[in-house]
């Protein structure tokens, strides 16, 4: 197995690949919770590479929850977190996340950044497809945020490439993305649910916050929908936990 290329030209590692494989594996029930996953031996001949490789992407699928790594037994697949749902008012997607995602941060500064990290009309992430229930391909756009000069959060938004043709071309260096979306292609979005679950840094998204990796990060997950209620934006960010506080406040009166 070989790197291919991603959205810029550059290489997706070979343990990047075999843990998006293994993670579809999951999500696909094909590797069920409480089920061991195949040795690293056994890993590493299915896909031609060293044992090292297999270590790195499993390591990776860990950090992230899905596997627990129960020394001298194995790797085995995580049981899914609890989850606990709040009933919330309707808000446009903009209010929080076209730019102001200051609004959610500990302290609120006016001299936030987003910045294109990478870019590609060709995605065919599993998650993406799950969340709204299309096949793809996807375009997706990568960002990181920065308060002042300091990276706090990672980000990651889907859209099916047909309902934006040429969207990659619009995107510059300061991404306006949902202002292009309202003004090009009338897709005004609100949104439908967001999920808070704590993990850990990934290698790539360690050196982007400029944290070690396995560094505390909250991941924050979502669907918008369009004025239809269509779904048709997946996003997933990565806050560092060191930098970002959620709090909510009740009505006592």
Do not use: K
């Not at 890993?43 to 790195?56: C, D, K, P, S």
């Not at 009933?87 to 987003?114: C, F, K, R, Y």
């Not at 870019?119 to 599993?126: K, N």
């Amino acid at each position: 197995m070989t790197g291919t290329r991603n959205g810029r030209g550059g290489r997706i590692p070979v343990y990047r690949q075999v843990e998006t494989e293994l993670l579809r594996r999951i999500r696909d029930r094909e590797l069920l919770p409480g089920e061991r996953l195949p040795t690293e031996p056994e890993l590493a001949a299915e896909w031609g590479v060293n044992r090292l490789t297999i270590r790195q992407a499993v390591a990776e699928l860990a950090r992230a929850g899905y596997v627990t790594v129960r020394q001298g037994s194995g790797t085995y697949v995580a049981e899914p977190p609890m989850v606990i749902d709040l009933a919330l008012p309707s808000m446009p997607s903009t209010d929080a996340d076209a730019g102001s995602t200051a609004a959610i941060a500990e302290t609120v500064q006016q001299n936030q950044t987003e910045t294109l990290i990478d870019l590609t009309d060709r995605d065919t992430a599993g998650d993406a497809a799950e969340a709204l229930d299309a096949d793809g391909p996807f375009t997706r756009i990568d960002t990181l945020i920065h308060n002042g000069n300091q990276p706090f959060m990672v980000a990651s938004y889907w859209i099916e490439t047909r309902r934006v043709p040429g969207f990659t071309a619009q995107v510059a260096e300061r991404v306006p993305m949902f202002q292009i979306l309202q003004q090009r292609y009338d897709l005004r979005l609100r949104h439908s649910w967001r999920s808070l679950t704590a993990t850990v840094a990934s290698t790539e998204d360690a050196a982007l916050l400029q944290v070690p990796p396995g560094s505390p990060v909250m991941l924050r997950c979502g669907v918008n929908v369009d004025a239809d209620r269509v779904p048709t934006m997946y996003l997933r960010r990565r806050l560092r936990g060191d930098r970002i506080r959620f709090m909510m406040r009740y009505n006592t009166d």
